[in-house]
């Protein structure tokens, strides 16, 4: 089932204004530079493709890691549950797990600050991005309206045809954004869904997402038992 998210502004929306952190952004006026690198998670042995954006170098793959979490279906604001996209476990080499909140979280306190200071799921030496982490990106890659969401996708035949695979500027950072959806398939196919360690309310957290039917990286919010994808951030 596809779903379209709506695009909310909320305290700045993708300037950053929520953390304090307005740094990076060129308004479309300069390339930062890409550069690719790996990392392996001694954990488990897996082995992620990164990105280094301006300042900022980021997992290019979803994570993957089972840690101490359930595997469920179910919704919750306290257990630490992990879910298949698509509902198949043959989509977690390609899309990584979907995670709950407390999942990604692992313990940790809400977090406003740029980086986030919150390791969560983590490997050691990498941390669940905040808000003002995701604006940054945004600000790096110019902002809204220029382009950021076709940037940070990846693998256009994954795609549903629209805005985002049409642009010219697909692929270009090697974010390798992939639309692993949220539970039960919603959004599979058409959505990129990636948890912050940003709080909206006592109800509501913050996520950041690409659609197919949009050019940009936008923000809207979820509660805490919504399953979404991560992408991991390097500590400075």
């Known amino acids: ?9 909320s305290d700045g929306g ?7 952190d307005n740094t990076g952004g060129n308004n479309g006026n300069e390339t930062p530079t890409y550069t690719q ?3 392996t998670d001694v954990r488990d042995g897996n082995t992620y493709t990164t990105v280094t954006i301006g300042t900022q170098t980021w997992m290019a793959e979803n994570l993957r890691y089972e840690g101490n979490t359930t595997l469920s279906t179910n919704t919750s604001t306290s257990e630490k549950y992990r879910y298949y996209p698509n509902d198949s476990s043959a989509n977690v080499q390609q899309y990584g797990y979907l995670y709950n909140w407390p999942a990604i979280m692992d313990g940790a306190e809400s977090s406003t600050t740029s980086p986030s200071g919150v390791q969560g799921i983590c490997p050691d030496g990498w ?4 808000y003002g982490e995701w604006s940054r990106l945004n600000n790096t890659l110019g ?3 220029y382009n950021v969401g076709p940037k940070l996708a990846g693998e256009a035949d994954l795609w549903d045809d629209g805005l985002l695979t049409s ?10 954004a992939l639309p692993a959806g949220t539970s039960y398939s919603t959004g599979f196919g058409n959505n990129a869904f990636f948890w912050c360690t940003t709080m909206y309310d006592n109800d ?8 197919s039917y949009s050019p940009d990286l936008r923000y809207e919010k979820l509660p805490p038992s919504s399953f ?6 390097r500590d400075n």
């Open 1 to 9: 089932m596809a779903i379209r998210p709506v695009y909310v502004p």
């Open 14 to 20: 993708d300037n950053g204004n929520t953390t304090g």
């Open 37 to 39: 690198g790996s990392f």
């Open 127 to 130: 941390h669940v991005p905040s």
């Open 143 to 145: 902002g809204m309206h």
């Open 167 to 176: 642009s010219g500027y697909f692929g270009e950072t090697g974010f390798n």
């Open 204 to 211: 509501n957290v913050y996520y950041s997402y690409l659609s």
């Open 228 to 233: 979404l994808s991560l992408r991991c951030v």
